[in-house]
């Protein structure tokens, strides 16, 4: 069957050209397919994705509540959850216990940067540094770990700022919890 949405991201901006390359796709196979974009490109360049890639939908930064609408509208199902992404806390967790057996868990710690380094992208992207509780964090963390997973990725633009709040006890809160497992930090 043909899907009712198909939901593309592009998490950089000079990656728009596989983007578009991917609508074009699912145009062709699936014809009434409607397209969402959505990612870093789409908050960044707004306008441009509007023009260029032929999306349905563009989801920029503040289009969450668009794309709900723009959901139950294609799909004529109200939502029963509609998470705001900007807390973090309230969001469930990815599905990720549908892979057989993930290798690694990536883990969202927090969005957004207190700084305004000219050269970056994230202020633009998230406006607002906003942070997971250290506790709620160990908690998905022990929740995959009983599923069998003992490596994870924390992504957080901002993880060592005030890393006495923050960092420590997180940290002293994974340790004291035991588990075995390993972190990658690429931010």
């Given at each position: 069957?043909p899907?009712?949405?198909?939901?593309?991201?592009?998490i950089?901006?000079?990656?728009?050209?596989?983007?578009?390359?991917v609508v074009?796709?699912?145009r062709?196979?699936?014809?009434?397919?409607r397209?969402v974009?959505?990612?870093?490109?789409?908050s960044?360049?707004?306008?441009?994705a509007c023009?260029?890639?032929?999306?349905?939908?563009?989801?920029?930064?503040?289009g969450?509540g668009r794309f709900y609408e723009?959901?139950?509208?294609?799909c004529?199902y109200?939502?029963?959850?509609k998470?705001d992404?900007?807390d973090?806390?309230?969001?469930?967790?990815p599905?990720f216990d549908?892979y057989e057996?993930?290798?690694f868990?990536?883990?969202?710690?927090?969005?957004?940067?207190?700084?305004?380094?000219?050269?970056?992208?994230?202020?633009?992207?998230?406006?607002?540094?906003?942070?997971?509780?250290?506790?709620?964090v160990?908690?998905e963390?022990?929740?995959?770990h009983?599923?069998?997973?003992?490596?994870?990725?924390?992504?957080?633009?901002?993880?060592?700022?005030?890393?006495?709040?923050?960092?420590?006890?997180l940290?002293?809160?994974?340790g004291?919890?035991?588990?075995?497992?390993?972190?990658?930090n690429?931010n």
């Amino acid at each position: 069957e043909p899907p009712d949405v198909a939901m593309i991201t592009c998490i950089m901006t000079y990656w728009y050209l596989g983007a578009k390359e991917v609508v074009d796709l699912v145009r062709q196979v699936f014809p009434r397919t409607r397209i969402v974009l959505g990612g870093g490109y789409a908050s960044l360049c707004y306008e441009h994705a509007c023009r260029v890639i032929g999306a349905d939908l563009v989801v920029g930064n503040s289009g969450i509540g668009r794309f709900y609408e723009f959901i139950e509208e294609v799909c004529l199902y109200p939502l029963r959850l509609k998470p705001d992404p900007r807390d973090l806390t309230g969001l469930p967790y990815p599905c990720f216990d549908l892979y057989e057996s993930p290798r690694f868990i990536p883990i969202m710690t927090s969005v957004g940067c207190p700084y305004r380094c000219s050269y970056c992208a994230t202020p633009y992207r998230q406006p607002r540094t906003t942070r997971r509780e250290g506790p709620d964090v160990v908690e998905e963390i022990k929740h995959w770990h009983n599923s069998g997973v003992n490596r994870f990725v924390l992504y957080d633009d901002s993880f060592l700022f005030r890393r006495d709040r923050y960092a420590k006890p997180l940290l002293r809160g994974i340790g004291e919890a035991g588990l075995g497992v390993s972190f990658y930090n690429p931010n």
